[in-house]
């Protein structure tokens, strides 16, 4: 069973903010879950019988920087929550030491 | 004049003949959806303007005397995962409820130049993640044949639409099962292309190696219709192909002598009597057009589900990143810092599915548990797609039930997510192994709710899967939704 201090471990490693009814319930879930993915260690698997889907994939892209005009960009800043002057507002990244 | 459960085929027909304008034909679908929507809520957002103005355009061209491009004039729906640009698409996530999209996902932009009508977005499970559409913050998809059960997730709203006819066909994604399995429950045709065919460019990302898009339609002929029109390279998605596409008139050749492979150990995964019985009886049906039956061994395709829970949840904690509140979407105003808008924008944005598969992703990926998990689930993949390749050297398709049985109950298995991923359980390893799959509605469960059964196909060979469900289908007169009705 995962520890509570596991699950707020894991929401803080996502950046998530959870309740503490959901620690709760979010424990009995992930652990009854991973009980299930841990079947895959039952299967020994040789290192020779591994090989990568042989697909014709598209090539690299070219290395070049490809340009937005104006207008894109600005389309673009104006979908942040908060904006001012063509440029995306946020708190403060670093905090004053105390 | 009735518009009820028109395909592709017969509404360009009808056009051409002008026994109805692309605008009554529109409106025929608006009305539906408007009157229907409160209860089965299969849609998010509706374009009545657009899609009318886009009628005009076809009649006008049609009153001209000019030919019709592909799919012109055709109403249909696209899942709310996909951008169209200048509308809101939401994931069915409250984190994007607001987002206005930028541009055209690819596969929009082919629809559009192929001259389909767009009529609204379809309800889906929040950032597709979820098998029964309950998920959505929009509000669960009620089943058109039983309001009192899910119509299968995640691309329930556009299987729902399309069996209740409020729109010819839809495009949904499929990253374990999320086009086949809600057009099993839902009764109508759900086909996933091979990962590769069709661009991911415009779509929201869940599970960037699995995701693909694919239509879910009436019948098999307008799904490879579709499929036409919407597959092929795109440079903005590297992992799309330039292979050549089956043709319509390949569908009907016959199927004499074609090899269909059964899994033995797809029928210890836990289906239902009614659904192995459908494909008994399928196996009669091909045995008697000349097809070669065969049983195959797929031993270690019990692993397929478990590598899935593995990798899958490991993307999203990747793709879900970026979901800050700074640069889109939603942004909580209480928060103090920049630490705390992160932290609070996303514990109030996602629900609760979303935020299982975020802490399932960090910990498979964890220092410690990398290996065990992460690095072995990528493994099994390899082994798994080995093993399909080595049985597509014995047959050329697998025949097995789509879903263990028909459409659970609202709320039956919300509280029990490990249930809930094993409706996936027949579905998922064509993902994993990068195969081609559809689904096609068999028969009537002793509950009167549809089943399906599923076509599996190697890599880049879809014409062999949807000439076999072409002639399936066409043999059947399993009902739509409207005969029922009636």
């Known amino acids: 069973m995962l520890t509570e201090q596991e699950v707020l471990k894991l929401a803080a490693l996502n950046k998530l903010a959870i309740t503490d009814d959901e620690v709760k319930s979010l424990q009995k879930d992930i652990t009854s879950i991973i009980g299930y993915v841990d079947k895959l260690q039952e299967l020994k698997i040789n290192k020779d019988s591994l090989l990568f889907a042989d697909l014709d994939l598209a090539g690299p892209r070219h290395d070049v920087v490809v340009g937005l005009v104006k207008s894109e960009t600005e389309k673009l800043v104006k979908m942040a929550p908060d904006t001012q002057d063509n440029l995306i507002v946020t708190k403060a990244i670093f905090n004053e030491r105390s | ?486």
């Open chain 2, 1 to 486: 004049m009735s518009f009820a459960y028109l395909t592709i085929a017969q509404i360009k027909k009808r056009l051409k003949d002008k026994e109805f304008s692309a605008r009554e034909l529109v409106e025929y679908y608006l009305n539906k959806i408007e009157t229907e929507n409160p209860e089965l809520n299969a849609f998010i957002s509706i374009d009545r303007e657009g899609a009318l103005r886009s009628a005009d355009e076809v009649d006008q061209k049609i009153a001209r005397g000019e030919t019709l491009r592909e799919l012109e004039g055709i109403p249909c729906a696209i899942k709310d995962l996909l951008l169209v640009k200048d509308h809101q698409a939401t994931a069915g996530s409250r984190i994007l409820a607001d987002y206005i999209a930028p541009y055209d996902a690819e596969v929009v932009q082919r629809l559009k130049n192929a001259g389909a009508i767009i009529l609204g977005k379809n309800n889906c499970d929040e950032f597709a993640m979820g098998s029964s559409n309950e998920t959505s913050a929009f509000g669960p998809v009620k089943n058109p044949w039983n309001q009192d059960y899910v119509p299968g997730g995640s691309s329930g709203g556009s299987a729902a639409a399309v069996a209740a006819d409020q729109c010819v066909f839809s495009i949904g994604t499929d990253t374990g099962g999320s086009i086949r399995q809600p057009a099993s429950f839902c009764g109508v045709v759900g086909f996933k292309p091979t990962y590769g065919r069709v661009s991911r460019n415009g779509v929201i990302a869940m599970t960037s190696s699995l995701d693909q898009v694919g239509p879910i339609t009436k019948n098999v002929e307008d799904s490879a219709e579709v499929f036409r029109v919407i597959a092929g390279e795109d440079p903005l998605d590297a992992t799309t192909v330039n292979l050549p596409l089956p043709s319509l008139a390949e569908l009907a050749h016959n199927v004499k002598g074609l090899k269909i492979g059964l899994p033995k150990e797809y029928f210890n995964l836990g289906s239902s009597a009614e659904a192995e019985q459908v494909v008994a009886k399928a196996v009669k049906t091909f045995k008697s057009w000349g097809a070669e039956i065969k049983e195959v061994s797929l031993p270690r395709t019990t692993y397929a589900l478990a590598a899935y829970y593995v990798l899958m949840p490991a993307e999203v904690s990747s793709n879900l990143a970026r979901y800050d509140g700074i640069r889109f979407g939603k942004r909580v105003p209480e928060a103090k810092d920049l630490e705390e808008i992160y932290r609070l924008t996303r514990g109030q944005g996602f629900g609760k599915e979303v935020k299982r598969r975020l802490l399932i992703g960090a910990y498979v990926l964890s220092a410690g548990q990398k290996d065990a998990y992460y690095a072995q689930a990528r493994k099994v993949q390899q082994v798994l797609a080995a093993d399909y390749a080595k049985v597509f050297q014995e047959v050329d398709i697998l025949l097995s039930p789509t879903t263990p049985g028909p459409a659970f109950k609202l709320g039956e298995n919300l509280t029990d997510p490990l249930t809930m991923y094993l409706a996936d359980i027949f579905t998922v390893s064509a993902n994993i192994a990068g195969l081609c799959a559809i689904s096609v509605p068999a028969e009537l469960s002793e509950s009167g709710l549809p089943l399906g059964l599923q076509f599996i196909g190697p890599a880049f060979d879809e014409e062999k899967i949807l000439r076999a469900a072409y002639h399936y289908q066409t043999s059947r007169s399993f009902p739509n939704l409207g005969e029922i009705k009636n």
